[in-house]
């Protein structure tokens, strides 16, 4: 499966589109802690919604952790590994 388009460029649109709504103008780099720049938990869960559609699949549960949802960078990583083939062991 592609996911196709710039992971971190539809992601960094997802997060300043948040912002947005809330009224926050910051500035997002990719290794901003998007605690920081003020995503509340209920943002982040509007957040992984956001990135479930965009990107078109679910996130397994057990990789909706306060770590994959840090920055730009660890969800990049988070979205990108879910359209990796695994390697045969």
Do not use: C, H, W, Y
Not at 6 to 20: E, Y
Not at 55 to 77: A, G
């Amino acid at each position: 499966m592609q996911i196709g388009g710039d992971v971190q460029g539809r992601l960094t649109a997802l997060v300043k589109s948040i912002l947005k709504q809330n009224a926050i103008a910051a500035d997002v780099g990719p290794t901003t802690l998007l605690v920081d720049v003020g995503l509340t938990s209920m943002d982040m869960v509007n957040l992984m919604l956001a990135v479930e559609a965009e990107f078109d699949f679910t996130i397994p549960q057990n990789q909706i952790t306060p770590e994959n949802f840090q920055s730009l960078e660890t969800l990049t990583r988070l979205v990108s590994s879910q359209f990796t083939p695994a390697s045969a062991a």
